[in-house]
């Protein structure tokens, strides 16, 4: 993990709201606190998994099982070695039977720009002047995006201002945001663009 990522994140607080599930305090990488564990690290994550059928059960080890997983990973890790590390593992460990395949031909490969690049600090400063609040900086997010076409292919530096917050329900049938969230929201944005018409420094 690099400098600038894990001193962006030595101001981030993670905390879960009323209503979510606690986080096993053991949970992901040894050593690392949690916003590091959540916004700076790979994560792999079963999304769901069948063995046997579960409409005729059995009482015998049913012969097939599946599971569809995802890797949630950073800039710093080459995703072309996922499937031949987990492969090795698994025969390292006597699992001899177990196919591992891609689901997509094509992945969405992690971007970050770098906290220390002049722009994240401007946006900073902008955001403050306008909220009165200093903003937490989150040098990766979570989402299946396709940033690299702008900040590697374009070498255009960019910048991601949530106006969300952690319970939005995102993708749910009742996902929602916050009156407040937006008025802030359109401040912060208002506030960005007079600030970048007054010129972004090292243009």
């Known amino acids: 993990m690099p400098n600038s990522v894990r001193a ?40 769901s998994f069948i063995t046997g059928n579960p409409e005729k059960p059995q009482n015998a080890v049913p012969p097939f099982a599946e599971a569809v997983c995802q890797i949630r990973f950073v800039v710093d890790t080459d995703p072309d070695t996922f499937l031949p590390a987990i492969r ?4 390292a460990n006597g699992y001899e039977g177990i196919e591992v395949d891609s689901m997509r031909q094509e992945i969405m490969r992690a971007s970050r720009l770098d906290p220390d690049h002049p722009a994240v600090g401007w946006a900073s400063r902008s955001i403050e002047r306008t909220l009165g609040v200093k903003p937490g900086v989150i ?6 995006l396709p940033n690299d076409i702008f900040l590697d292919m374009l070498g255009m530096p960019t910048l991601w201002v949530p106006h969300s917050y952690a319970g939005c329900s995102q993708h749910a049938p009742d996902e929602h945001v ?3 969230l937006m008025r802030d929201g359109l401040r912060m944005m208002t506030g960005l663009f007079w600030d970048l018409g007054d010129g972004f420094p090292g243009r």
Do not use: C, R
């Open 8 to 47: 962006a994140l030595g101001g981030i607080e993670v905390v879960p709201g009323p209503d979510d599930p606690s986080i096993d305090p053991w949970w992901g990488e040894p050593g690392f606190t949690a916003a590091e564990k959540v916004f700076g690290w790979n994560t792999f994550e079963v999304l």
């Open 178 to 180: 916050l009156a407040p």
């Open 139 to 144: 040098p990766n997010s979570g989402g299946s």
């Open 88 to 91: 090795d593992h698994f025969a």
